[in-house]
């Protein structure tokens, strides 16, 4: 089954994760089938926590893809942040 789970990076007690499509059977940092973005729970200030390329994330849930609890709160998060931007610049 193809899930879209977080990996890994960074480092020691400064985690950065990338959302990936990837068997669900292999390790979690290993290889993957397509990258869609990033979360980074450490961001402070100006540095962005969070980017999701919606389209492809939409691609492949079509496909059968199923993500993690974690990434579909992720997911959440980006279509709400989305939402909100798109109202400012309504507004402007």
């Given at each position: 089954m193809v899930t879209i789970r977080?990996?890994?990076?960074?480092s020691k007690k400064r985690p950065f994760y990338k959302i990936v499509v990837t068997d669900s059977r292999k390790p979690r940092d290993s290889g993957y089938?397509?990258?869609m973005g990033f979360f980074n729970p450490m961001a402070k200030g100006q540095e962005v926590a969070l980017r999701l390329d919606q389209e492809r994330v939409d691609?492949?849930?079509s496909k059968?893809?199923?993500p993690s609890d974690?990434?579909?709160?992720l997911?959440?998060?980006n279509a709400a942040n989305a939402d909100a931007s798109t109202t400012e610049?309504?507004?402007a």
């Open positions: 977080l990996a890994r990076g960074g089938i397509e990258q691609y492949w849930v059968g893809a199923q974690r990434v579909a709160k997911i959440k998060q610049e309504k507004a």
